[in-house]
């Protein structure tokens, strides 16, 4: 790809260009994906992420995630962000976790142990995944 005077060459220039000469790239034409479909999938299949309040949380609280655990709170947040939800409370069998669905981020955790009593405030919604 050549930069002339400064400038750079279209989108469609550089695409067309690096996908022409790789070796298969018909194959890549042919199955390639739309950027909106690239996206949402990236964001359906989202880990969530956690803070260090909530790493804090599950640490003191010996709560250990599964992989079946991590894969229903991310339903669960999913959930959450097609209603438009942005703070959540996601209830996965005796576990409770605030979500932050945008950030896709955990802000707290607690199991069914707790005994500081079960208020949730702050959210503008729940899903039990």
Same mark, same amino acid.
């Given at each position: 790809?050549?930069?002339?005077?400064?400038?750079?060459?279209?989108?469609? !220039?550089?695409?067309?260009?690096?996908?022409?000469?790789?070796? =298969?790239?018909?194959?890549?034409?042919?199955?390639?994906?739309?950027?909106?479909?690239?996206?949402?999938?990236?964001? *359906?299949?989202?880990?969530?992420?956690?803070?260090?309040?909530?790493?804090?949380? +599950?640490?003191?609280?010996?709560?250990? +995630?599964?992989?079946?655990?991590?894969?229903?709170?991310?339903? =669960?947040?999913?959930?959450? =962000?097609?209603? =438009?939800?942005?703070?959540?409370?996601?209830?996965?069998?005796?576990?409770?976790?605030?979500?932050?669905?945008?950030? !896709? *981020?955990?802000? *707290?955790?607690?199991?069914?142990?707790?005994?500081?009593?079960?208020?949730? *405030?702050?959210?503008?919604?729940?899903?039990?995944?």
């Amino acid at each position: 790809m050549k930069i002339l005077n400064g400038q750079f060459p279209s989108i469609e !220039q550089a695409a067309s260009e690096y996908l022409d000469n790789r070796p =298969g790239s018909e194959a890549v034409k042919s199955g390639s994906r739309s950027f909106a479909e690239v996206f949402e999938n990236k964001r *359906t299949n989202a880990i969530p992420k956690f803070s260090k309040h909530a790493e804090n949380r +599950l640490s003191e609280r010996n709560i250990e +995630l599964s992989d079946k655990v991590m894969d229903r709170l991310s339903a =669960g947040m999913q959930a959450a =962000g097609q209603k =438009g939800i942005n703070e959540s409370l996601v209830m996965v069998d005796q576990l409770a976790f605030i979500v932050n669905v945008k950030n !896709q *981020t955990v802000i *707290t955790a607690l199991d069914g142990n707790d005994q500081k009593g079960n208020v949730f *405030t702050n959210i503008d919604g729940a899903v039990i995944a």
